[in-house]
Nanobody, 124 residues
Framework: QVQLLESGGGSVQAGGSLRLSCAAS????????MAWFRQAPGKEREGVAA???????RYADSVKGRFTISKDNAKNTLFLQMNSLKFEDTAMYYC??????????????????WGQGTQVTVSS
């Protein structure tokens, strides 16, 4: 059974950093496209960053230059390093994965496995 477990969220002041982790079990992470999404209260879940099986990385424009997605295949773990955090980065962050080919990486419908989320709160 595929399971994704996020960790690393917390509260931080604007300009600070956090590193999120997503531990995957039940499958081999290197064979899956994976992504980070976030959802703020009253807003749609949006794609933040994605890493596909070919190693291609994509970022939402709002986080380019500040966030870095990476994966440790040996540990079956996905990471999201978040620097220069802004108040508007406040959201629940979710890890997502799929074994299917991904069309539009930023659409939640492309992914069929999800973690429970980890909260990130940035104070201004």
């Amino acid at each position: 059974q595929v399971q994704l477990l996020e960790s690393g969220g917390g509260s931080v002041q604007a300009g600070g950093s956090l590193r999120l982790s997503c531990a995957a079990s039940g499958y081999t992470a290197s064979r899956y496209s994976m992504a980070w999404f976030r959802q703020a209260p009253g807003k749609e879940r949006e794609g933040v960053a994605a890493l596909d099986t070919n190693g291609i990385i994509r970022y939402a424009d709002s986080v380019k230059g500040r966030f870095t997605i990476s994966k440790d295949n040996a540990k079956n773990t996905l990471f999201l390093q978040m620097n220069s955090l802004k108040f508007e980065d406040t959201a629940m962050y979710y890890c997502a994965a799929t074994s299917r080919d991904v069309g539009l990486w930023y659409l939640k419908y492309e992914y069929n496995y999800w973690g429970q989320g980890t909260q990130v709160t940035v104070s201004s």
